[in-house]
C-alpha cells in the first residue's frame, strides 16, 4: 500500500520532490493555505482515510516556502478516531519516500507547566509515550529502518537551537519542554495531570509522538511545537473544550506561522 500511495501521489505532483515534511495542528492550517501549490485530499489517496476532527481539513499540501519545497499534512489522523497506529503514521512513512529529510510536527496541547499559558508556543525537547501503544510493533521494514532505533534525541538537538535563536531574533517568547502523549479523545483528569507533572512532562496531548518515532526510526530529522492551548486539568479551575482549543490556536497562528517560516528558511 506505501509504494501505491507514492506512486499515486507523484503521478499527481510531477518532479516536485519535498524536502521539509509539516503535521499541522488543530488550528494551525493556515501555513497551508496561504502557500499551497497542489492539493490531494486524505480520502483521494490511497491507505489514507478522511479527516473527521474540527479544525483539521484532511488535505496533503505541497507548496514552496522561502525557495524550499514542503508538504504539509493539513489536519492529522489520531489513535482515537479510531484508526490502527499504523494509520496514524502511515503518511509520515510516505513523506520518507516522497523525499522528506526533517518534519516539523506541530499540535495544539494542554500546559501542564504553571509558568505556561495558553497561546504560548514550546519547543519540544523530548517526550513521554503514555499511548499504551508503539507504532514500531510488528514486522519491521529494514529498507526504512533499524529493529531497535535508538531514541536520545528524536527531536534533533541542534534543531532545537535554531528555533530557539529564530524566535530570539523574532521577538517570540518560547518555551521548552517534554510532551506526554494519551490517547484521548476524554481530556486529562486532575489526577493525571498531576501525575504527568511528577513523571516530567511540561504539556500534555493526544498526538505527535507516533509520528514523531517513525520519523526519527526512518532517519528524518524532528523539529516538534506545541501551541499550548489551554492549561491542563488541574491546573487551572476553567473546564476544557475542543473551542476553547481553536481559539487559543487562533490566537497564536500569527507568530506560528511567522516562526516556521523562518525555521524553513535556515533549514
Known sequence: MLDKSVDYIKNIIGDFKPQIGIILGSGLGELADEYCLKSISYADIPGFEASTVSGHKGKLVFAEINNKKVVMMQGRFHYYEGHSIQKVVFPVKVMKKLGVETLIVTNAAGGVNPNFRPSDLMIITDHINYMGVNPLIGPNDDSMGTRFPDMSEIYTPEYV??????????????????????????????????????I????????TVPESIVAAWAGIKVIGISCICNSAAGVS???????????????????????????????
Open 161 to 198: 537551537e535554531l528555533v530557539e535563536k529564530i524566535g530570539d531574533h523574532l521577538g517570540i517568547d518560547l518555551q521548552e519542554g517534554v510532551y506526554m502523549a494519551l490517547t484521548g479523545p476524554s481530556y486529562e483528569t486532575p489526577a493525571e495531570v498531576r501525575m504527568a507533572k511528577i
Open 200 to 207: 516530567g512532562a511540561d504539556a500534555v496531548g493526544m498526538s
Open 237 to 267: 479551575t476553567a473546564g476544557l473544550s475542543h473551542e476553547d482549543v481553536i481559539r487559543a490556536a487562533n490566537v497564536a497562528k500569527d507568530k506560528f506561522k511567522t516562526l516556521v517560516k523562518e525555521v524553513i528558511k535556515k533549514l
